[in-house]
Nanobody
Framework: QVQLVESGGGLVQPGGSLRLSCAASGSIRSINDMAWYRQAPGKRRDLVATITSGGSSSYEDTVKGRFSISRDNAKNTVYLQMNSLAPEDTAVYYC??????????????WGQGTQVTVSS
């Protein structure tokens, strides 16, 4: 069994910063891509940033230059550093990992979501 646990969300003023973390635990052989998604009220879940096992990252256009995704493979953890936050960044943020199990099967896993609210 694999579990992803997120932390780091909260309330922040416009222009502020937050750092999200997501740690995977359980029976894991390897982790390929890691990513962060977000879902605002009444909207679909959208991709924010991804990072490959080799460390290559990509970002949704509205967060480029403000957000930074990173990973610690030894800790099975992905991070999202969010700077210059704006009210439109308000959403529930979900982490995602593509994980190889001991059974040699690849599966998609999601975190439980963490609320980020940007407001004065």
């Amino acid at each position: 069994q694999v579990q992803l646990v997120e932390s780091g969300g909260g309330l922040v003023q416009p222009g502020g910063s937050l750092r999200l973390s997501c740690a995977a635990s359980g029976s894991i052989r390897s982790i390929n891509d890691m990513a962060w998604y977000r879902q605002a009220p009444g909207k679909r879940r959208d991709l924010v940033a991804t990072i490959t096992s080799g460390g290559s990252s990509s970002y949704e256009d509205t967060v480029k230059g403000r957000f930074s995704i990173s990973r610690d493979n030894a800790k099975n953890t992905v991070y999202l550093q969010m700077n210059s936050l704006a009210p439109e960044d308000t959403a529930v943020y979900y982490c995602y990992m593509y994980i190889l199990r001991p059974s040699a099967t690849w599966n998609n896993y999601w975190g439980q979501g963490t609320q980020v609210t940007v407001s004065s």
